[in-house]
């Protein structure tokens, strides 16, 4: 097995010193462009590549940062992603993302293994039921943590999510509006904080308008499962005429689920999901939804972290998103009307 090149190698490759080949590697230095650039062809010819290591010891910060999330498959997460990457590569920050599936020992794990090898931050969606062990963890290797959609207000974290009961409320209100009085609440399973604070939501209006008694329909949130839940959902409640959905997947589904039964969205039931992602707009029809543009939201979770970088001291700060409701096809007045 050939030997990995070093920067010297490097540097005796373009006919310059270590120094200068280091100056070239980390854009430092008074260097010339046609010093830099046999540098940087030598480099390229030998396939050499900075160790980060030594980098994070000059700069104090290691640039790979890990994010700990939930359902990597679930569109609204791929977005969110891909707006974290797109903004920390640009940074120079290289990004490893590991999937907990709301398990509070596979986060540990995964935690631990970003701890091992010295990652430079976290960026986090905290499993439900999270023990104070794994707040611990961090705490006592000072790793910078950065929570997302899931707020610890004890714990001293920044923190970027979404104002979920007013999302509902909004949502929950357009259909109110609309003439709607028979409103369930489909998707989710866990009494997570994220989908208290939407039922919270939700109920709010249902009570202070006089409607129909509040409907939470449990059910995992994607297509299939929005699908095989509207039917259920129908045969035990079949006055309900309009759902505020905990996410687009679900939403989308029980959408397919009315055609296959021969109804129309928006206008035999209304449907408004939560996220916007981008399967809503192009979705037949177009899903009206909560829109919160999860790849804003991973880039707005992404300065966060760097700022944390650049004040380390600073006070931990709590940045909440507001949803827009997007008026699409799939709401309208109810049936009656």
């Known amino acids: 097995m050939s030997q990995k090149p070093k920067l010297s190698t490097v540097a005796k490759e373009a006919g310059v010193s270590t120094a200068t080949a280091s100056q ?117 290797h000072g790793i910078p943590t950065v929570t997302f959609l899931r707020h610890l207000p004890s714990e001293p974290f920044d923190h970027v999510g979404i104002r979920d009961a007013d999302a509902t409320t909004t949502a929950t ?64 409640y079949p006055d309900v005429t309009a759902l505020v959905c905990n996410g687009d997947m679900v939403a989308i589904g029980a959408s397919l689920a009315l055609q296959r039964l021969g109804l129309q969205p928006g206008k035999d039931m209304s449907i408004v999901g939560f996220d916007d992602v981008q399967d809503a707009a192009v979705a037949t029809p177009p899903l009206s939804t909560m829109a919160v543009s999860p790849y804003h939201l991973g880039r707005k979770l992404a300065q966060v972290m760097l700022d944390r970088f650049q004040a380390p001291d600073t006070p931990p700060t709590v940045t909440q998103v507001a949803a827009t409701l997007v008026k699409r096809e799939t709401t309208g007045r109810p049936p009656s009307a």
């Open 173 to 236: 209100t357009h259909l109110a509006d609309l003439g709607h009085r028979h409103i369930a609440f489909l998707g989710g399973k866990s009494r997570s904080f994220v989908r208290t604070e939407r039922i919270a939501g939700y109920t709010r209006v249902m009570q202070a308008r006089g409607l129909g008694a509040p409907i939470i329909w449990d059910t995992e949130d994607d297509k299939l499962a929005g699908m095989e839940a509207l039917v259920a959902l129908r045969a035990q």
């Open 24 to 140: 070239v590697m980390r854009g430092a230095g008074r260097i010339s462009d046609a010093t830099r650039k046999k540098v940087l062809d030598a480099a390229h010819k030998l396939h050499y590549v900075p160790d980060g290591r030594a980098a994070s010891m000059r700069s104090g910060i290691n640039r790979e940062i890990g994010l700990v999330i939930h359902q990597i498959a679930n569109p609204f997460n791929a977005e969110v992603i891909s707006g974290v990457s797109d903004l920390l590569e640009t940074e120079g920050f290289l990004v490893s993302v590991l999937d907990s599936r709301d398990d509070t020992e596979r986060q540990r794990r995964n935690i631990q293994a970003f701890i091992r090898n010295a990652r430079g931050g976290l960026l986090w969606v905290p499993a439900d039921d999270t023990d104070d062990s794994t707040y611990d963890l961090l705490r006592t």
